[in-house]
């Protein structure tokens, strides 16, 4: 069967903002924020609060924050590394964090510094300061479905840093096929895996990229196996600059215009969205890669 509701975790502003070579001036990432929230999204991953070097995309974080209006409750995650990083977080009011773990070494190192092993006990601290604050924590986990380095990265590896993960008390943890590599049979038995180890379908959440078109596929085995909140990016912006070969995420038009054929509610204006994404792209200077903003919003 299919689920009566999904829960959209839109990552447009911070996964598809973080690898644009353009780079974006802070009223714009804060239009787009309100454009997407006007389009009746509702969870919206904003901004990072990690190395400014490693991610100069973000560097404005703060500014982003003071300049975005209040979300009425609306959930504004932002991802947090460390704790220099909670400490911006923090003071700038956020409620709601993600740590971001590897499921392999290479990955762990390329985008963390920090073996697998460190990296988890970087995120130690985090997790347990951020939930005395009463933040809601959630955990990434990457290259679920293989690595550009390592290859195939079998499934025990990834349930084994995914326990690990929320075993330090995170509320949600996010399978990200960090370079769209995976396909359903495989995602399937990803999803079992993690039920099997006791992380259920009500804590787990799916994020796509789209390098080899799978995304919606893959997106349909999991919400199939019981998982309801998937993660996407408006117009299909994204990627991750310590991935090689990682481009956009899954669409969330793509994924809207799937769940309305489906019958399954999201509360989102798709016309609104998609003329949100096309605009965005004219600030980009490059077109969208979703076929259903170029269906219903051309430029
Ligand atoms: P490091 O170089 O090992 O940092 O980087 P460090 O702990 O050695 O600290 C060095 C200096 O950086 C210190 O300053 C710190 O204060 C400062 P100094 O004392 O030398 O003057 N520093 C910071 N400054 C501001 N904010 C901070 C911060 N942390 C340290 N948070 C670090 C380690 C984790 C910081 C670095 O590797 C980093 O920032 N990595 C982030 C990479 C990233 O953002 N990647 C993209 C997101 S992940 C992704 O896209 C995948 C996902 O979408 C899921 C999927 O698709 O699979 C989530
Ligand atoms: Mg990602």
Same mark, same amino acid.
């Given at each position: 069967?299919?689920?009566?509701?999904?829960?959209?975790?839109?990552?447009?502003?911070?996964?598809?903002?973080?690898?644009?070579?353009?780079?974006?001036?802070?009223?714009?990432?804060?239009?787009?924020?309100?454009?997407?929230?006007?389009?009746?999204?509702?969870?919206?991953?904003?901004?990072?609060?990690?190395?400014?070097?490693?991610?100069?995309?973000?560097?404005?974080?703060?500014?982003?924050?003071?300049?975005?209006?209040?979300?009425?409750?609306?959930?504004?995650?932002?991802?947090?590394?460390?704790?220099?990083?909670?400490?911006?977080?923090?003071?700038?009011?956020?409620?709601?964090?993600?740590?971001?773990?590897?499921?392999?070494?290479?990955?762990?190192?390329?985008?963390?510094?920090?073996?697998?092993?460190?990296?988890?006990?970087?995120?130690?601290?985090?997790?347990?300061?951020?939930?005395?604050?009463?933040?809601?924590?959630?955990?990434?986990?990457?290259?679920?479905?293989?690595?550009?380095?390592?290859?195939?990265?079998?499934?025990?590896?990834?349930?084994?840093?995914?326990?690990?993960?929320?075993?330090?008390?995170?509320?949600?943890?996010?399978?990200?096929?960090?370079?769209?590599?995976? /396909?359903? +049979? #495989?995602?399937? $038995?990803?999803?079992? @895996?993690?039920?099997? &180890? !006791?992380?259920? %379908?009500?804590?787990?959440?799916?994020?796509?990229?789209? /390098?080899? +078109? #799978?995304?919606? $596929?893959?997106?349909? @085995?999991?919400?199939? &196996? !019981?998982?309801? %909140?998937?993660?996407?990016?408006?117009?299909?912006?994204?990627?991750?600059?310590?991935?090689?070969?990682?481009?956009?995420?899954?669409?969330?038009?793509?994924?809207?215009?799937?769940?309305?054929?489906?019958?399954?509610?999201?509360?989102?204006?798709?016309?609104?969205?998609?003329?949100?994404?096309?605009?965005?792209?004219?600030?980009?200077?490059?077109?969208?890669?979703?076929?259903?903003?170029?269906?219903?919003?051309?430029?």
């Amino acid at each position: 069967g299919l689920p009566e509701r999904v829960t959209i975790y839109e990552v447009g502003p911070r996964d598809g903002l973080q690898n644009e070579k353009a780079v974006v001036p802070v009223e714009v990432k804060a239009e787009f924020v309100a454009r997407l929230a006007g389009a009746g999204l509702r969870t919206i991953e904003t901004t990072s609060f990690v190395h400014p070097k490693w991610v100069p995309q973000l560097a404005d974080a703060e500014d982003l924050l003071a300049a975005l209006p209040p979300s009425g409750g609306a959930p504004r995650p932002v991802l947090v590394p460390n704790e220099r990083g909670l400490d911006r977080a923090l003071a700038n009011g956020v409620t709601e964090i993600a740590i971001f773990g590897s499921a392999t070494e290479t990955f762990a190192r390329r985008n963390l510094n920090r073996t697998v092993d460190e990296s988890i006990a970087m995120f130690e601290p985090v997790v347990a300061r951020a939930r005395a604050e009463g933040l809601w924590v959630r955990a990434y986990v990457s290259m679920v479905c293989g690595d550009p380095w390592e290859g195939d990265v079998p499934i025990e590896q990834v349930v084994s840093v995914s326990s690990r993960l929320m075993d330090l008390g995170c509320s949600q943890l996010s399978l990200g096929d960090t370079i769209g590599v995976g /396909t359903p +049979g #495989q995602v399937t $038995a990803l999803i079992e @895996a993690h039920v099997a &180890a !006791g992380i259920g %379908t009500d804590r787990l959440a799916v994020h796509f990229h789209d /390098t080899y +078109g #799978q995304a919606l $596929a893959n997106t349909l @085995a999991a919400l199939r &196996a !019981g998982v309801t %909140t998937v993660d996407a990016s408006a117009g299909g912006l994204g990627g991750c600059p310590y991935a090689e070969s990682a481009t956009g995420n899954l669409a969330t038009e793509d994924l809207v215009w799937m769940l309305n054929g489906l019958g399954i509610d999201t509360g989102v204006d798709l016309a609104k969205l998609a003329a949100t994404s096309q605009w965005m792209a004219g600030r980009l200077g490059r077109p969208s890669p979703s076929r259903v903003v170029q269906a219903l919003a051309p430029p």
